[in-house]
Structure formats: structure tokens, C-alpha cells
């Protein structure tokens, strides 16, 4: 049985009935409702709508096969990169009241939980169902923490892509071909601006804009010095940031003004509805992109964002066993459809991450995964803090929090100080 019903659970129930819960199992997160008396798994995740809910419905359809005798029990909680689902979860997790699974960044941030002791080893049972030569080599190395692998990676997950609609560059007379730099890049809004394109770039809630951030100083750092951001090979009060940062402010005055009050598909959508031209976002866009039924290629491009042509900045879902999960076996059995090539494949081709297995057949994937295939192979590699592979969760807070206020304020000084103290 579940340990006594915390405000967390109640939130839980609270931002499901708000959010209109979820479509595929009963929703229900009261007490009893999980646990292995009636068998079912509670898996906790941010995927509520779109590509998300798709490849979620997509792992759900190959656990009901492989695992009859549980039932799958949505504990999604909505908002984009967590927003919402991370705060109800640290409160469980400070509750004895764990999930049976919960979706937890390669990383950084995992590290967060397995420092706290909240997650179970799980090395053994990659043995048993023969899963270590199947993940990817970059990606087991950053899932394995002083020897032990503590989860099993769904996917991978490129941030550093810039969303295009091919029709308003050429209603102001560009090329539909990616600018080389972020300079070129401001050139091209300018000229967007001009055409009445008010703001050609869409961004969202504080966290794209960190996205953002990121991938502007990815461009003018290079791959190196940009993951030395997070293990303090750079330092973040260099006057190489601070023009970076001042490079970022340029880029953010051609943004939307109401991207505080959005969400990441409502910037997606305004570049498909065609009032913006770009949004920088992790590939879940294709995934969205193809569950709104839109054609890769026509209706929309893609980039690696301006500057970062060749570095790929990955992030991974994972899914974990956390210690005190009430139904073990159900949360095994999930988690093994979660590292196998079925479940992968039907999670990913709706999703838009490519596979974290390496025994892929591209043609099951559609042109944008196909081409984040090949560019995996090559590319040099980036961390994200958005999302959790380059740094631990208060790291991300204390960034996103910094880039809100620079949202309102425009102040790089300040906003260079407080990312100098978020990596202290
Ligand atoms: C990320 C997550 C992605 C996607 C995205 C937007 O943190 O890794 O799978 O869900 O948030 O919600």
C-alpha cells in the first residue's frame, strides 16, 4: 500500500483534473491506486499532449502487450521540461511516496537523485535483459555513476535545432538556407522586421529562453568552452560570456512579448501559423510537428541553431526504479519495455528524439529523425542544462530564474553575476 495521501498527491490530482488528466487509463492517483495489491504502475512524466502524449501512448501500447498482468497508470503532470511535474515529484520523493517510475534526465541531474539515495541500482538488470551493449557508448557513460547504472534511457534528444517556416522568410526575400552565425542570424531578423514581421523569433516560458541562452553561447564559445560552463573549465565571468550574453539580448529583442505566458507548442505555433519565422527548440517539435500533420520539409525546416552547424547538444529521458516503488516487479517489467527495441521504436518515431539503442533501422524514421541519426554519428557533442544533462536541478532553477529577470530587465551585467552564481 501507498504511504498516506501528502498535498504533492493531492497537486497531482489537482493539475490532472485541471489539465483534463490523462485519455488512456483512469487518471486515478489516490491512495491504493497503485502498488502491487492491483498491480498497476505508476509512471510520473510531463507528457500530456502532442508528439509527447503520442510516444508515451507508444511505450504504454508495448508494455500492455509485453506486461498483461500490470496496468499502466498515468501520473503525467503538465507543463513543458517539467515545469510543474519537477516540483510534485521532489515533494513525494521528500515523502516516502514515490512513483513506481518517473522520467529523469540523463546526467546531471539523475546524479541529483542517486547522490540523495532515491534511486535503486539497476546494473544487474541490464545483465538480465542483455541492455549494456545495446545504449549507446556517450549515453551509458553518462548514465553510469562510479561503475552502476541507475536508469534505462529512452531516447536521446537534440536541443540545439531551430524550427523554420519556409513561407515568411520568403515573403521578406531571405534564403531558406541556414545562417552561418548568429550575427548573420540578426541580419536576417532585421530584414524580417522590416518585411512587418514583428517578432520573428518565438520564444516561450523562461526555461526556452535558457534553450536559447544556450545555444547562443554555444555558437559564440564553441563546443569546448561551452561545456566547460559546467564543469568550470570556463569561466562564467569571461569577457568572451559577457559579449556572448550581449549577442543573446540582441537576438532576444527580435522575440515575441507575451513569452512569459507561454508554453513551448504555443511558439511552435506561432511560427507554423506563420506570425513568427523561427523557434529554437529540442526536437519534441518534430514530434509535434508531425502529430499536428504537418510535412517535414514543405511546411516547415530545421537548422542546427546559427553558429552551431556540427555540435550536437543531447539530452536523454530515462526512466528509473525508486527506492520504495510500491509495485517492483510491474516498474521492471516497464522499464525493460522502455530499454527494448520495440518500445523504443514506437516511442521515438512519435516522439522526435532518435533511439538511445544503437541496433536502429533509420527507415522506420521520418526525414528530420533520419537526419538526427546521421548528425549523432558525426557531430561533435554539447551538454543542456534545460534539460538535465549538463547540470543538477538547482542549477537549472537558479538559470532560468536569472534569464526570466533578464526577460523583464535586459540587464546584461546582472544577468552575467547571477549565472557567476548559479555554478557556485
Ligand atoms: C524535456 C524532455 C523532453 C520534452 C521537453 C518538453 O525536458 O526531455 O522529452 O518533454 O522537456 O516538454
Known amino acids: 500500500m501507498r504511504k498516506s495521501l501528502p498535498a504533492a498527491l493531492l497537486a497531482v490530482g489537482l493539475v490532472l483534473a ?36 503520442a510516444g508515451l501512448d507508444g511505450l504504454v501500447a508495448v508494455f500492455d502487450e509485453e506486461c498483461s498482468d500490470f496496468e499502466f497508470l498515468n501520473a503525467s503532470i503538465a507543463g513543458g521540461a517539467g515545469a510543474n511535474a519537477k516540483q510534485v515529484l521532489a515533494s513525494r520523493l521528500q515523502t516516502d511516496d514515490p512513483p513506481d517510475t518517473f522520467q529523469a534526465h540523463a546526467g546531471g541531474e539523475l546524479r541529483d537523485y542517486v547522490e540523495a539515495g532515491q534511486l535503486e541500482d539497476l546494473t544487474d538488470l541490464y545483465d ?18 562510479d561503475g552502476q547504472i541507475y536508469s534505462v534511457p529512452a531516447n536521446i534528444h537534440r536541443a540545439n535545432v531551430v524550427w523554420v517556416n519556409p513561407d515568411v522568410l520568403e515573403g521578406a526575400g531571405l534564403s531558406t538556407d541556414a545562417p552561418a552565425t548568429v550575427d548573420e542570424w540578426l541580419a536576417d531578423m532585421e530584414t524580417l522586421r522590416d518585411a512587418g514581421v514583428q517578432a520573428p523569433l518565438a520564444v516561450a516560458v523562461d526555461w526556452t529562453q535558457t534553450m536559447l541562452l544556450e545555444a547562443v553561447l554555444l555558437a559564440e564559445l564553441g563546443p569546448d568552452a561551452f561545456n566547460g560552463l559546467w564543469d568550470g573549465s570556463t569561466d562564467w565571468s569571461a569577457a568572451e560570456v559577457t559579449a556572448a550574453l550581449e549577442k543573446y539580448g540582441q537576438v532576444m529583442s527580435y522575440t515575441n512579448d507575451d513569452r512569459a505566458s507561454l508554453d513551448w507548442p504555443d511558439a511552435v505555433n506561432k511560427v507554423t501559423g506563420g506570425e513568427a519565422a523561427y523557434n529554437l527548440m529540442g526536437d519534441w517539435a518534430a514530434g509535434k510537428l508531425d502529430a499536428d500533420g504537418l510535412t517535414p520539409e514543405d511546411d516547415y525546416l530545421w537548422w542546427p541553431a546559427p553558429g552551431t552547424d556540427g555540435v550536437f547538444q543531447w539530452l536523454a529521458d530515462a526512466f528509473v526504479l ?24 514506437e516511442f521515438n518515431t512519435k516522439k522526435g528524439s532518435i533511439p538511445a539503442r544503437t541496433d536502429t533501422d533509420p527507415s522506420d524514421y521520418g526525414p528530420y529523425l533520419q537526419s538526427a541519426l546521421e548528425d549523432w554519428s558525426t557531430d561533435s557533442l554539447a551538454l543542456s542544462l534545460a534539460h538535465g544533462s549538463a547540470a543538477p536541478v538547482g542549477w537549472i532553477d537558479a538559470v532560468n530564474s536569472a534569464v526570466g529577470q533578464f526577460s523583464a530587465g535586459g540587464d546584461v551585467a546582472q544577468l552575467q553575476q547571477q549565472l557567476a552564481a548559479a555554478a557556485q
Do not use: H
Open 18 to 53: 485541471a489539465c483534463g488528466g490523462d485519455d488512456s487509463d483512469d487518471g486515478s492517483t489516490g491512495e491504493g491506486s497503485g502498488g502491487e495489491g492491483n498491480g498497476e504502475v505508476e509512471v510520473f512524466s510531463w507528457w500530456t499532449e502532442g508528439g509527447e502524449k
Open 128 to 145: 538480465e535483459w542483455g541492455l549494456t551493449g545495446s545504449i549507446s557508448d556517450e549515453l551509458l557513460d553518462a548514465i553510469t555513476m
Open 322 to 345: 525508486p527506492v520504495g516503488a510500491p509495485n517492483r516487479a510491474g516498474t521492471e517489467c516497464w522499464l525493460d519495455v522502455v530499454g527494448s527495441y520495440d518500445g523504443q521504436r
